[in-house]
């Protein structure tokens, strides 16, 4: 009786052991599947596109800009959509990053920035200055529309890259300037920009345009699809 005893005293321990590493076996995979869950739960984009700028009623592209590339280049832009894309943001709390430059090359620059004001956008108005004295010559400048655009939404800077830190800092819904360089370089990380060329000798060919699938080239601050 006692070799029996042993006997089966050994198989079951030897049957506990292959039971602890089949439960541990099956415990592993478990864990392993719910971690792989939770990782790809947590990178995926919360509702919508990834990156896809939102506004104020949850609607895509029109909250601002993207941090990373949102447009790219396009061999040909359907123009017309740009367009009324941006039409379509009248009254709605977009963010327009517009420089100094077409401001002050405009018939009437302020009635502009106005309006843009009373369709419910947020101006942020950028200049490039050389000096104090041509700071303070802006400011001066902008004083009686100072209820409508108050000095916090007026920036100045001394070099094109502290333009392109503020337009990337600031996430814009719009970029607008007389710029090409500018205008060419933010349009990856802007939903919407708008070249406005002007009287620029460069103006005359399709090549000397900003070519993406989300710029609009107009000829003077006029033309934008809010006030046209």
Not at 177 to 203: D, W
Not at 214 to 226: H, K, Q
């Amino acid at each position: 009786m006692a070799p029996r005893y042993g006997n089966h005293h050994r198989g079951g321990v030897l049957s506990l052991a292959s039971l602890s590493e089949s439960s541990l076996a099956w415990i592993a995979v478990v864990i392993g599947a719910v971690s792989i869950y939770y990782y790809f739960k947590k990178r995926r984009p919360q509702g919508g596109q990834p990156n896809a700028p939102r506004d104020g009623q949850g609607g895509q592209v029109v909250g601002g800009a993207a941090r990373h590339p949102v447009g790219g280049r396009a061999a040909s832009a359907p123009v017309e959509n740009v367009r009324d894309a941006i039409l379509a943001g009248r009254g709605k709390p977009w963010t327009l990053y517009i420089t100094w430059d077409v401001v002050s090359s405009a018939s009437d620059g302020q009635r502009a920035l106005a309006e843009f004001l009373r369709c419910g956008a947020n101006v942020i108005l950028v200049a490039r200055v050389r000096s104090e004295a041509e700071q303070c010559e802006i400011l001066a400048t902008l004083r009686p529309m100072s209820d409508l655009l108050p000095r916090h939404k007026i920036l100045f800077c001394h070099s094109e890259k502290a333009f392109e830190a503020f337009a990337r800092q600031l996430t814009p819904t719009v970029l607008m300037s007389g710029k090409r360089e500018l205008c060419t370089l933010l349009a990856r990380f802007v939903p919407y920009v708008v070249y406005v060329f002007g009287n620029s000798s460069s103006s005359g060919t399709g090549e000397q345009l900003v070519i993406a699938s989300n710029a609009l080239n107009i000829s003077t601050l006029d033309a934008f699809p809010w006030l046209s």
